[in-house]
């Protein structure tokens, strides 16, 4: 019999006996705090890697634990509560952010040298609005250095976070310290960010469900940018019920960010019962193939998806059927293939543009030494500061933005977008010839990597997001949803994909999705870490 | 095949950039830029029609889901101090910096 503590079971149902007063927020918090002491190891910090064999073992999710000032927050909702007063729909509800967030008077460190001493005066939209919907923070979790990678690895703040499922294994990236929190039961909601798929992937890899809404569904005020045109924030939850319930706080226009949309924010909760009877879900072969460059010679080649990938979707498809939907074969995607080459132009133009601004002089690093001029101390400060990925995307976006190459790369690059975008046009179109609700693909290419295996090449990295960045190319929403187990015992994520602001549908689908698969048995297939700490 | 980015046009970008590079940083750097152009070159697999618009945004911007434009409105900031406690180095609330170059224009 397995031994459930408050960090395992989901936010929906804490809210509940929270605001009833059976349980304290403050109870709530210490189990997650305990459960961080159990299995999260020692935080990242900038200092040289430890040699101590036992950090193989941890999940190391975390750069800064804000544990006292959670008791306190805790306490808070607790007297709110005892007062008859309603603290919001995350009463007492700990959870992380993934530290690319401003969060005033705590470390923002984007994981970068160049912020390791920057400390927020503000705090992040979406941050701000878990707090009023009386959310409790517990600290802010590790990432790819300014977000940039699929792994994890590439954080200045080291021991970087490992797979709970397989701690010799990363957790995917960038969000990757969110996914792994998560999934290892420190704090039951997580706030990621996905410019890729930089939540759905580490969502896939770590068996959590994680959110790309809309671009402009939620602000981008308070995150460290890095491709302003595709970044968006969004939820890692355990499961659907609690994906919606987190959208539903952190989403709306908001003034400080003129991208927002000023769409409505549908209740996303009350929808999801409804079903998938008479639902159009595709299927396209083109999500059924995968691009990846030759190990030897660098050339960029294709071949069909793994079998065991393949299958989890098509089961999924399968039970969906099942309940009703229409499942529409064989909807083209042409312009699937061309996400990385594009995405390699679009967002190194914009991470480059985004970090010039870190430069010695306002906050964050300055070069110790003595230096002749400005200029040398922009070149020490910005040499010593960030690592090699934030260089070498800073070097691609000058080069493919010069104004001799820029009609080459840049301009085609944007009009390659418009193509991608037109594949979703048509799927979606309610008059096509498909009508499409969602798209059903799988999430990655692949199940959790181990570590140290794919780190170094930027290309064979940057393929892991194949199957996710045409929607962040496009604009549309996606969900993440654990589908299995592979034959190694590591969990397979599948994909949704649905018009601008279908984010409802998407969780409608995926929560019928988790109901017809409750009993499955690989749904009763705990992780390592955890069948560990419930020995 | 030669390399697209030869290390003449590295060291260009590497002076654009306001970097500096240890040698071993920078062949690993210019490798990986070279490996990734062969990426970027799928693009011109696609005849792209010179009238296909531009992308700036996946998700089209119009009337309906645009916000208003705020008031152009000053706003003080409730504690600059907060802000000026970041720079790395400051006097009198002024932020300090290393001798600023000089440069005559032609």
């Not at chain 1, 939209?125 to 977000?147: H, I, S, W």
């Not at chain 1, 659907?240 to 209740?267: F, H, K, Y």
């Not at chain 2, 046009?9 to 590497?14: D, E, G, R, S």
Request: charged fraction near 20%.
């Amino acid at each position: 019999m397995q031994k459930l503590e408050y960090c395992d079971l989901p936010a929906h149902q804490l809210v509940e006996l929270i605001k009833s007063r059976e349980i304290s927020a403050l109870e709530v918090t210490e189990s997650a705090l305990r459960r961080i002491a159990e299995v999260d190891g020692r935080p990242g910090t900038i200092s040289q890697e430890s040699d101590d064999p036992s950090e193989a073992e941890g999940v190391h999710a975390f750069i800064t634990l804000t544990a006292e000032a959670a008791r306190l927050r805790a306490k808070d909702i607790d007297r709110q509560i005892a007062a008859g007063d309603d603290p919001g729909p995350l009463a007492g509800i700990p959870f992380t952010v993934k530290d690319i967030f401003c969060v005033q008077g705590t470390p923002s460190t984007a994981a970068s040298r160049i912020l390791a001493n920057f400390v927020a005066p503000y705090t992040a939209t979406p941050v701000q609005r878990l707090l009023e919907a009386g959310g409790v923070m517990l600290g802010k979790v590790n990432l790819d250095e300014f977000t940039y990678g699929s792994s994890n690895e590439s954080s200045a703040f080291q021991p970087s976070p490992r797979n709970p499922w397989d701690t010799s294994r990363v957790p995917g990236g960038s969000s990757g310290g969110s996914a792994a929190a998560v999934a290892a039961g420190e704090g039951q909601l997580s706030i990621g960010t996905d410019t890729a798929g930089s939540v759905r992937q580490p969502a896939a890899f770590c068996g959590v469900v994680g959110v790309k809404p809309t671009y402009g569904r939620v602000s981008r005020y308070g995150l460290i940018a890095f491709g302003s045109s595709l970044d968006c924030p969004g939820p890692v939850a355990r499961d659907v019920t609690d994906a919606a319930l987190m959208l539903q706080t952190i989403a709306g226009v908001d003034p400080q960010d003129a991208t927002t949309a000023a769409v409505p924010v549908p209740n996303y909760l009350s929808s999801l019962g409804r079903g998938v009877r008479g639902l159009r879900i595709g299927l396209s072969p083109d999500y059924f193939r995968i691009t990846f460059p030759d190990p030897q010679t660098g050339e960029i080649q294709q071949a069909p998806i793994g079998e065991e990938i393949e299958s989890a979707v098509l089961r999924a498809a399968g039970r969906l059927a099942e309940l009703g939907a229409d499942i529409v074969d064989g909807v083209p995607m042409p312009h699937t293939r061309y996400g990385i080459p594009a995405y390699f132009v679009i967002s190194r133009v914009e991470a480059a543009s985004n970090l010039h601004r870190f430069d010695g002089v306002k906050y964050g690093y300055r070069t110790p030494g003595d230096v002749a001029d400005l200029s040398e101390m922009y070149r020490k400060s910005r040499a010593q500061g960030f690592g090699l990925q934030p260089k070498l995307r800073i070097l691609m976006g000058m080069y493919v933005s010069a104004a001799q190459y820029s009609e080459q790369y840049y301009n085609r690059a944007l009009r390659v977008r418009t193509l991608i975008r037109r594949d979703f046009d048509q799927a979606f179109d309610p008059q096509g010839p498909y009508r499409l609700d969602a798209l059903l693909t799988p999430t990655t290419p692949t199940t959790a990597f181990p570590m140290a295996n794919i780190y170094g090449d930027s290309v064979l990295m940057q393929y892991a997001d194949q199957l996710t960045v045409p929607a962040n190319h496009a604009g549309v929403p996606g969900i993440s949803l654990p589908g299995g187990l592979d034959r190694e015992g590591l969990p397979i994520g599948i994909q949704l994909l649905g018009p601008d602001y279908s984010e409802d549908m998407l969780f409608r689908i995926g929560r019928a999705y988790e109901k017809v698969t409750a009993d499955a048995p690989w749904r009763l297939i705990r992780s390592k870490v955890l069948r560990e700490v419930q020995l | 095949m030669t390399d697209q980015i030869t290390p003449e046009l590295f060291n260009h970008l590497v002076q654009l950039a306001a970097l500096e590079l240890a040698a071993d940083e920078a062949e690993y750097l210019r490798g990986q830029l070279n490996n990734q152009l062969k990426a970027i070159h799928e693009l011109e697999l696609i005849p792209v029609n010179p009238a296909t618009p531009i992308a700036a945004h996946g998700v089209p911007y119009t009337a309906r889901n645009s916000q208003h434009a705020r008031p152009d409105k000053w706003q003080p900031y409730p504690d600059p101090s907060e802000i000026l406690d970041q720079a790395p180095e400051t006097d009198e609330r002024y932020i300090i910096v290393p001798e600023i170059p000089h440069t005559d224009l032609d």
